[in-house]
């Protein structure tokens, strides 16, 4: 099976892409961000691909406008090399737990998913709308990822975290959330798919964790 993944060299992308170089069923179609700028590259990626897992998106930035355009912009542009090139794909999107709220990231998310659905549905093609919850682990960018990677930051850089909104938080760690990605690629589900989380907490008592865990082992 051949998998191709956007945004292969981000926080998912890149975990994703090592693990699935694992698998024997799997050989991994290359893809480079400077494709969404090339029609071109775009459409011979597409076109050799029998799996897409779309993760190439936009999280943070000052104007919430320009992260709705971007990130629905992508899926557009996704979807038109597939159309020229008449192939159809298999297409995983990565959608967000935030798809219901009231902001433009969380809109972006649902207009995608939807879009890629449409498309699905006219040409009869498969894709799996992977709704999913917070994640941590390795190698996720502060102030960017994970609130997590943010405050394990913050605590070995002199800095003192401050809460916003103590919420409660569904998360997932990156591995486990791996492992059911490959399994949906493998898999004949389609749909919409809410992959659950394996960790709740409150955003104080995740801070008091880490601080533990700061004076534990950083701390004289």
Not at 77 to 101: G, M, Y
Not at 159 to 185: A, M, T
């Amino acid at each position: 099976m051949k998998v191709g993944i956007t945004g292969q060299g981000g926080f998912i992308g890149s975990h994703l892409y090592n693990y699935l170089n694992l698998m024997d069923d799997i050989q991994l179609i290359g893809f480079k961000k400077s494709y969404f700028e090339n029609q071109s590259s775009l459409c011979a990626f597409v076109s050799q691909c029998d799996v897409i897992v779309h993760l190439s998106a936009m999280n943070r930035h000052d104007d919430p406008q320009v992260i709705y355009d971007v990130n629905v912009g992508l899926v557009k542009k996704l979807l038109a090399a597939c159309i020229e090139q008449k192939v159809t794909p298999k297409i995983l999107f990565s959608s967000s737990t935030q798809e219901e709220a009231e902001n433009l990231y969380g809109l972006s998310k649902k207009d995608g998913g939807n879009l890629i659905a449409a498309w699905a549905e006219k040409q009869k093609a498969s894709y799996v709308n992977m709704v999913i919850p917070n994640v941590f682990g390795p190698f996720g960018r502060p102030f960017y990822n994970s609130v997590v990677a943010t405050f394990c930051y913050q605590l070995t850089h002199g800095e003192e975290p401050s809460i916003i909104n103590d919420g409660d938080l569904k998360l997932i760690y990156i591995n486990e959330l791996i492992e059911v990605i490959y399994n949906l690629i493998i898999s004949d589900e389609i749909g919409k798919v809410k992959i659950e989380h394996s960790h709740e907490t409150k955003v104080s008592a995740l801070l008091e964790k880490l601080k533990g865990y700061r004076d534990g082992y950083l701390k004289e």
